[in-house]
Nanobody, 129 residues
Framework: EVQLVESGGGSVQAGGSLRLSCVVS????????MAWLRQAPGEKCQLVSA???????YNSDSVKGRFSLSQDNAKNTVYLQMNDLKPEDTGVYYC???????????????????????WGHGTQVTVSS
């Protein structure tokens, strides 16, 4: 059974930082396409950062220069380092693996097993101004 468990969310003031972790079991992060997505209240799901087995990485325009994706293969964990957080970064952040589509696209909702085969339960990030 594949499990993705996120942690590291919380409440911070604008300009602060958080590091989200996604501990993976049942598959290996160095053998899978992985992604972080977020769902803000009243908004569509947004693909935030991702990488694939070809070594390519994606960051949405809204987080470029502020968020970075990394992985620790020994811990089978994926991280999302978030710096200079803004109130519009508020939302539930999901870790996902094994996309069905071969493009950097955002599902209409998070989670959506029509887009990624595996999802975590999400971790809340709240950024106050």
């Amino acid at each position: 059974e594949v499990q993705l468990v996120e942690s590291g969310g919380g409440s911070v003031q604008a300009g602060g930082s958080l590091r989200l972790s996604c501990v993976v079991s049942g598959l290996t992060v160095d053998g899978s396409d992985m992604a972080w997505l977020r769902q803000a209240p009243g908004e569509k799901c947004q693909l935030v950062s991702a990488f694939n087995l070809d070594g390519r990485k994606y960051n949405s325009d809204s987080v470029k220069g502020r968020f970075s994706l990394s992985q620790d293969n020994a811990k089978n964990t994926v991280y999302l380092q978030m710096n200079d957080l803004k109130p519009e970064d508020t939302g539930v952040y999901y870790c996902a693996a094994e996309p069905y589509v071969m493009a950097w696209v955002s599902p209409p909702t998070c989670p959506d097993t029509g887009y990624y085969d595996h999802w975590g339960h999400g971790t809340q990030v709240t950024v106050s101004s």
